[in-house]
């Protein structure tokens, strides 16, 4: 079987990214306020969580919803085997309560854990979106459909950007997704925070609204 190299799945990525153009940039993350958004590597609209960022009220906007979401916990680079097991556990003790109130179905989460070698110190958005590609092309990550959600801990050896954006100074987490091998692959990024905590808190915010509001159309 043919494995797609790197620069291959980044064209491809880039290649639909361009495809989907206009429609995407249109419908996804319209501005509202308290929605703190930013461009992706990619050309698409990325909703943002940091601690500063204050509450505010959804609406729907008549997208997708992950309504059974099936959770695959995923360490990126060096992690100690004390702090990953730390994020794991904080995942398991999500709320889902304000979730379930915007038509999740599911009363628990199922969830499992792998690791993926980083492959570089600095990665960007779609370096992400390439590994996360070439992981599935490989098997080393199931390729399962559309209820699945890949959460993304990134160790204390890869810097994260998004656009011109720097994690920590601009942003604690976000969720995004793009489609590869037939399925729209849906996936939170949490860059490392010397803060447990507050990382913890983060990923939880991220992956609720990556739930509610997975394609940037439905709950925000």
């Known amino acids: 079987m043919k494995t797609m190299t790197a620069i291959t799945a980044a064209s491809l990525i880039i290649a639909s990214a361009a495809m989907a ?3 995407r940039e249109a419908k996804i993350l319209i501005e509202k306020p308290g929605l ?4 992706d590597d990619d050309g698409g609209r990325v909703e943002l969580y940091a601690r ?7 609406e729907y906007h008549g ?3 992950v309504r059974e979401p099936i ?5 990126v680079g060096a992690w100690e085997k004390s702090r990953a097991e730390a994020m794991r556990s904080a995942i ?8 379930y109130r915007h038509g999740v179905k599911t009363t628990a989460l199922p969830i499992t854990t792998r690791t993926l070698a980083a492959g570089k110190q600095k990665m960007n958005d779609l370096d992400l979106q390439v590994m996360i590609d070439r992981a599935i092309e490989n098997g080393s990550l ?13 160790g204390r050896d890869v810097t994260s950007t998004i656009g011109e954006k720097s994690a920590i100074a601009d942003y604690a987490s976000y969720h995004s997704h793009f489609h590869t091998h037939d399925v729209n692959v849906r996936y939170v990024v949490v860059p490392f925070d010397a803060d447990g905590k507050a990382m913890n808190d983060a990923a939880a915010a991220s992956l609720v609204r990556a739930i509610v509001n997975p394609d940037g159309d439905g709950w925000y």
Request: hydrophobic fraction near 45%; proline fraction near 2%.
């Open 21 to 23: 153009g206009e429609t």
């Open 36 to 39: 703190v958004t930013t461009l």
């Open 52 to 58: 500063s960022h204050a509450a505010r009220e959804l």
């Open 63 to 65: 997208g997708a919803i």
């Open 71 to 75: 959770v695959e916990v995923v360490f």
């Open 92 to 99: 398991d003790r999500v709320s889902l309560t304000d979730a």
């Open 142 to 154: 199931p390729s399962r459909d559309e209820n699945t959600i890949y959460v993304l801990f990134l």
